[in-house]
């Protein structure tokens, strides 16, 4: 699921431990449209051409659309389907559903859900993640970052932002809920009409779904 190194010998080396004890690649899944997960997707379903290969379906380029064929995906690639109930996929051990947002015009976000059933684990792609209480120190080092760290800080247009530690953690904040925030109505293909709601307060390192509403509306 979500090839995102290349199928080079040293990573196929390390793969065959597990295919000597669980047997061959059966499946390979592109859960996502971003071109960090599709680049590597098709040479690794190359190096498995007996495995059944699936991607979901919004994948697009920009900024002329081009077939899946052009972006490096193999022929016989199939469209994951949104969810697998009433299906018999991934031989009964698995369950998935995707998650699917248009954002803007020409664009889309999709992930995939799976859960192994008989280990009861979940697996996602890039619809969780870990945020830190402090911005990372690559925004910190760099003068461009940086500003754009202090940008994210400002609540007035033409209001300059002293550089400060709180203005950092505020702009930090800020840049992590605009980037993992879904406008309810974007969401298609089978959206809960009730969205979960996380009125973060303040971020955490525990692991954080993008939310769909990640604040409290102002009244």
């Given at each position: 699921m979500a090839p995102q190194v290349a199928p080079t010998r040293e990573c196929l080396s390390l793969l065959q431990p597990l295919i000597d004890a669980h047997g061959p690649v059966?499946?390979?899944?592109?859960?996502?449209?971003?071109?960090?997960?599709?680049?590597?997707?098709?040479?690794?379903?190359?190096?498995?051409?007996?495995?059944?290969?699936?991607?979901?379906?919004?994948?697009?380029?920009?900024?002329?659309?081009?077939?899946?064929?052009?972006?490096?995906?193999?022929?016989?690639?199939?469209?994951?389907?949104?969810?697998?109930?009433?299906?018999?996929?991934?031989?009964?051990?698995?369950?998935?559903?995707?998650?699917?947002?248009?954002?803007?015009?020409g664009s889309y976000f999709q992930d995939v859900a799976f859960v192994h059933k008989p280990s009861r684990t979940l697996l996602i792609c890039d619809a969780i993640l870990a945020v830190t209480e402090e911005p990372p120190p690559i925004l910190t080092s760099d003068p461009e970052y940086l500003r754009a760290l202090l940008f994210h800080a400002r609540d007035a247009p033409t209001e300059v932002i002293a550089d400060s530690p709180e203005a950092r953690r505020k702009g930090w904040r800020r840049i992590v809920l605009l980037f993992n925030f879904f406008i309810p109505g974007a969401v298609q293909a089978g959206a809960d009409p009730n969205p979960i709601r996380h009125p973060h307060s303040s971020l955490t390192t525990q692991p954080l779904a993008p939310a769909l509403a990640p604040f409290k509306p102002a009244r």
């Open positions: 059966k499946y390979i899944v592109l859960p996502s449209v971003a071109v960090e997960h599709k680049v590597n997707a098709g040479p690794f379903a190359r190096a498995f051409p007996s495995a059944e290969f699936y991607a979901v379906d919004q994948q697009y380029s920009f900024p002329v659309p081009l077939p899946s064929l052009f972006l490096g995906l193999p022929p016989w690639t199939k469209p994951l389907p949104r969810s697998s109930a009433g299906l018999d996929l991934w031989g009964g051990e698995l369950e998935h559903e995707v998650l699917t947002v248009k954002p803007g015009p």
